[in-house]
């Protein structure tokens, strides 16, 4: 099983930045992509940004390249997510996700969840 916490989500003006972290507890953390996604009101929780095992390769959603990094400390059990040039549209409820092993973290229905953290972006 793995146990994630969310943290760094708040209120900030358009142009801002916020990092989020995700605490992650339980077993072979550094085998697993690790993801970040996102649902705003009304929509489909979407894929955001993920990291590799190792942090060898990310990707992200084309709305936010450029925009938002993600990275991870497998000596802390911790992924992060680095916005910026943040925008009204990114506000939305951000989870971390956890790959299983075995499966993509694509697979939503098989990833471990956190609880989500609230961002809002106000213009």
């Known amino acids: 099983q793995v146990q994630l916490v969310e943290s760094g989500g708040g209120l900030v003006q358009a142009g801002g930045s916020l990092r989020l972290s995700c605490a992650a507890s339980?077993?072979?953390?550094?085998?697993?992509?690790m993801g970040w996604f996102r649902q705003a009101p009304g929509k489909q929780r979407e894929l955001v940004a993920t990291?590799?095992?190792?942090?060898?390769?990310?990707n992200y959603a084309g709305s936010v390249k450029g925009r938002f990094t993600i990275s991870r400390d497998n000596a802390k059990n911790t992924v992060y997510l680095q916005m910026n040039s943040l925008a009204p549209e990114d506000t939305a409820v951000y989870y971390c996700?956890?790959?299983?092993?075995?499966?993509?973290?694509?697979?939503?229905?098989?990833?471990?969840w956190g609880q989500g953290t609230q961002v809002t972006v106000s213009s």
């Open positions: 990291i590799t095992s190792i942090g060898s390769t990310t």
């Open positions: 339980g077993r072979a953390f550094s085998s697993r992509t």
């Open positions: 996700a956890a790959q299983r092993i075995g499966y993509s973290i694509t697979s939503r229905e098989n990833n471990y």
